[in-house]
């Protein structure tokens, strides 16, 4: 029988030294071969917002439609931990409805949410959501939720102080119960410093190789996403164009009536 990862197995890999690795997926196969490949966490990321749906920013995203991706998702997962990131504004007006819209998730078949940013509310959300009996990641550094607020793609913590507030915020996540905390767009040195002064595993999104783990957009890593690829990403494949030439091949196949073939009829 496969075992499956849980907040368990993660705080093991950071109690003994041990990377781990997170990747977003947003459909059921895509969820199944990466699955299959070994990772850790899949991550329905609302970066579904722009390289699923289209849109230009992840504010676009609401509750349902992370809810289809997340069903997809779980039914593909079979080892993996399965966290779903609760998109803009669905936690933030009051602690029922965030709790309401969280245990959705969970329902649809996630194993825990990710929640972005630092606040007393997010800290009471947080605790309540553990308190339920459903885990959370945190989210600091670069939070895309805060887009606007942050004044854009920003680095953050790049000072001795901003890496100390990160590191501040951070803990009092963890003292609120999150299993972990994605840090994004942080200098390495400061990841460092923060990862080395926390008990619950960090996870790198362009903050550096001294996080307990990493994560990237799985768009990026299979080269499919071509619209922006950000610094910290590596491509791996070239999904564009594998999709560019299959589709290009069937384009043609159909238009000189090379398809269907005699083997490909009833
Ligand atoms: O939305 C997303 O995919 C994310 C990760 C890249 C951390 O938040």
Redesign the pocket.
Known sequence: MIKKVTVKTIQKYKDNNEKFSVL?AYDYSTAKYIDEAGIDII?I????AMVALGYET?HSVGVEEMAIFTKAVAKGAQRAMVVT?MPFLSYHTDISSAVKNCGEMVKFGANGL?IEGYSDYIISVIKRLVESGIPVMG?LGFT?QFLNTLGGYRIQGKTQEAAEEILKQAKELEKAGVFSI?L?MVPQDSAKYITENLSVPT?S?GAGKYCDAQ???SDDVFGKFSEFKPKFARKYGDMKALIYSCAKQFNDDVKSGKFPSNEEIF
Do not use: A, F
């Open positions: 977003t991550l990321g609302d970066s579904l992840t990131d990710k989210h895309p994605v994004e996870i999104c994560v990237l957009v």
